[in-house]
């Protein structure tokens, strides 16, 4: 089962940034943040990934609590074309052999 | 385009038939997994291979599931005796895993099968 929580859809108005919320409250140390987008009909898209810092690159930014239970994908600038599926996953790298573990994620939906 | 690529795109084929999934890593990535993704749902893991070795298959992989990487390199997903139920988009990724560090997926297009 996937161990994260993420709302199922948000809007969000084209030039603004898109903040998408993922909760990871069992996540342990080891443990990664990933953030994958999928648009419809086509294979998952990696965007930015972290353990513990703030990363950002540049696609997106992404902000991890202090305790990591939740983190924030930051879109800064949306266009329609960000329009997607978001997924938030964690990753353990030791002990799962780095297998991604997909939930449901967040429609996300930028509208002019 | 990341690098992976995936034959065929599409294919439908008639419940009972054998269908073959070809996907092509990028060059110098040393491990291969394979996905599949129902209407609705995420991707769920299949296998993964690291090389030639697959270490790690999961329960959703029936009998009639075999996936191989004979050299390496390309993989194979085959599905015999096919059933409405395979009906899913089949994706492969691809990685470079190295010793004390994190690897990351990139994930080819897919393939979509269509079991009527």
């Known amino acids: 089962d996937a161990k994260t929580t993420q709302p199922p859809s948000m809007d969000c108005a084209e030039g603004r940034a898109a903040n998408l919320p993922c909760n990871h409250s069992?996540?342990?140390?080891?443990?990664?943040v990933y953030w994958y987008r999928q648009i419809h009909s086509q294979g998952p898209q990696y965007i930015i990934h972290?353990?513990?810092n703030n990363e950002t690159n540049e696609m997106a930014s992404l902000i991890i609590t202090e305790d990591r239970k939740s983190s924030t994908l930051i879109l800064p600038h949306a266009t329609l074309r960000d329009t997607a599926v978001y997924y938030c996953?964690?990753?353990?790298?030791?002990?799962?052999?780095?297998?991604?573990?997909f939930g449901q994620g967040t429609e996300l939906s930028v509208k002019p | 385009d990341t690098g992976v690529s995936q034959d065929p795109r599409h294919k439908i084929t008639k419940r009972g038939q054998n269908v073959t999934f070809r996907c092509d890593p990028i060059?110098?990535?040393?491990?291969l997994y394979w996905y599949r993704q129902t209407l609705g749902q995420g991707p769920e893991f299949l296998t993964y291979?690291?090389?030639?070795?697959?270490?790690?298959k999961s329960r959703l992989l029936s009998d009639r599931f075999s996936a191989e990487r004979p050299k390496g390199s390309f993989s194979t997903l085959e599905i015999q005796r096919t059933e409405q139920g395979d009906s899913a988009m089949y994706l492969c990724?691809?990685?470079?895993?190295?010793?004390?560090?994190?690897?990351?997926?990139?994930f080819g297009p897919g393939t979509r099968l269509t079991v009527l």
């Open positions: 990724a691809s990685s470079l895993a190295w010793r004390g560090g994190t690897d990351t997926q990139y």
């Open positions: 069992t996540i342990s140390g080891n443990e990664y």
């Open positions: 972290g353990l513990k």
């Open positions: 996953i964690v990753r353990d790298l030791y002990n799962q052999g780095g297998k991604l573990i």
């Open positions: 060059s110098e990535h040393n491990r």
């Open positions: 291979f690291q090389n030639e070795a697959q270490l790690e």
